[in-house]
């Protein structure tokens, strides 16, 4: 089962994931301030003030057992492309959660999203034995509601009127999409394994 206090590190062809550190926010800095990046984000990273904020945040969350932070490095460019985090961690139903992801702009469209997302999926379906991961998403965010459908991804429903808008509209909603693992055990069969899926010793 899920254990807060290993680090843990996860790894395929394309990228490396590993615990976010306070040591991370000098690398992050330079390309992660960008509006870009933190539209659809409820906190908002507009310097390095809310940057290292952001990582505090995160960092606590981990402390206190209720999300774990990870930071995408490119192996291609072996530096940081992005974060992501895992949450809502029931040990009893065996489900997760997945999100907070974000990638400097110039490693959108990349494919490094769907490297790190299959690897996540790996962990929490082959590793942790979880039945289900779950997402949520704005509903103005067309861009990562298509590509966690592109990922196998299915949309579950929606919860109305629960962010503010960004195109000024009242209100927006909040997507919910899940896989389930008969769904992962089926559409890792056509996933190249030697190129998507961990191969480094969990620790």
Not at 30 to 50: A, G, L, N, P
Request: hydrophobic share 40%; aromatic share 14%; proline share 1%.
């Amino acid at each position: 089962m899920f254990d807060f206090s290993k680090e843990y590190a996860l790894e395929n062809d394309r990228v490396r994931l590993l615990p976010l550190r306070f040591e991370h926010v000098n690398a992050l800095s330079d390309e992660f301030i960008d509006e870009r990046i933190w539209i659809y984000f409820t906190d908002k990273v507009k310097d390095k003030y809310s940057l290292i904020h952001y990582v505090k945040t995160a960092l606590m969350e981990r402390e206190n057992e209720r999300e774990y932070p990870f930071v995408i490095m490119d192996k291609r460019t072996s530096k940081i492309a992005g974060m992501t985090r895992i949450y809502e961690i029931n040990k009893t139903l065996k489900t997760i959660k997945i999100g907070h992801t974000c990638l400097a702009f110039n490693y959108w469209g990349k494919g490094v999203n769907q490297f790190a997302k299959y690897l996540l999926f790996q962990f929490a379906f082959e590793h942790l034995n979880m039945l289900r991961i779950g997402f949520g998403i704005h509903g103005e965010n067309e861009r990562s509601k298509k590509a966690i459908i592109n990922l196998g991804c299915q949309m579950e429903g929606v919860i109305r009127d629960y962010f503010e808008s960004i195109h000024e509209k009242v209100r927006a909603d909040l997507m919910l999409f899940g896989i389930l693992l008969n769904e992962w055990q089926e559409l890792s069969k056509k996933i190249d394994r030697s190129k998507y899926f961990n191969r480094t010793k969990l620790v």
